[in-house]
């Protein structure tokens, strides 16, 4: 496979303090998955702004919109990636959010980490769930919606039950879908 332009690249963005080897791990492993390379871009998220005294967490849109102010014009997708906890004013919370079929995306391990539900912390257990959610989240960037399979990482999930009990892959269906989506990507 030739090396893909940076049109087809996903940059990793990190808000606020993010665990280096998440970075790493999400950077590995969602190059395969999507075919394409991915690097780290420093581009400067203003959290604060997104910030509800309220609820004490992040206004996930608010964030993704800062994501896409700052796209360079040249990168293919963006995934913001982030410890703060997030939320929609229709949920309680969200693990992440994306503009479907857009180019930006955006996850959270704020509450994918074991001690967030008082139990022992289990790191590979943790990256495991951000890996499910990053890509899920950029499923939907790739235009993917919510997939009904049990066996298809594009499942909705709105608990970290749900989390652990879906794949980190897609679908015959999603992974079909996928794979003619980032062809054209790349061949435009």
């Not at 970075?23 to 959290?47: G, N, Q, V």
Request: hydrophobic share 40%; with cysteine.
């Amino acid at each position: 496979m030739q090396s893909p332009s940076c049109a087809s690249e996903i940059a990793l963005v990190p808000i606020g303090d993010v665990d280096r080897e998440l970075l790493d791990y999400l950077a590995f492993t969602l190059s395969d998955t999507f075919r394409t390379r991915c690097r780290e871009l420093p581009m400067k998220i203003e959290a604060r702004q997104a910030y509800n005294h309220l609820r004490r967490q992040y206004h996930s849109t608010q964030l993704l919109r800062q994501l896409h102010d700052l796209r360079e014009a040249s990168c293919g997708k963006i995934l913001g990636v982030t410890e703060l906890d997030l939320f929609i004013p229709i949920f309680t919370f969200v693990f992440g959010e994306a503009q479907v079929g857009g180019s930006c995306a955006l996850m959270s391990a704020h509450r994918l980490h074991q001690e967030f539900y008082g139990l022992p912390a289990n790191r590979e257990l943790w990256l495991t769930r951000a890996e499910k959610e990053a890509t899920h989240e950029l499923g939907h960037a790739y235009g993917l919606t919510h997939c009904r399979s049990f066996d298809c990482v594009m499942r909705f999930s709105n608990s970290v039950e749900n989390v652990d009990a879906r794949p980190s892959e897609f679908c015959n269906v999603c992974s079909a879908s996928l794979l003619t989506r980032i062809d054209s990507t790349m061949a435009a």
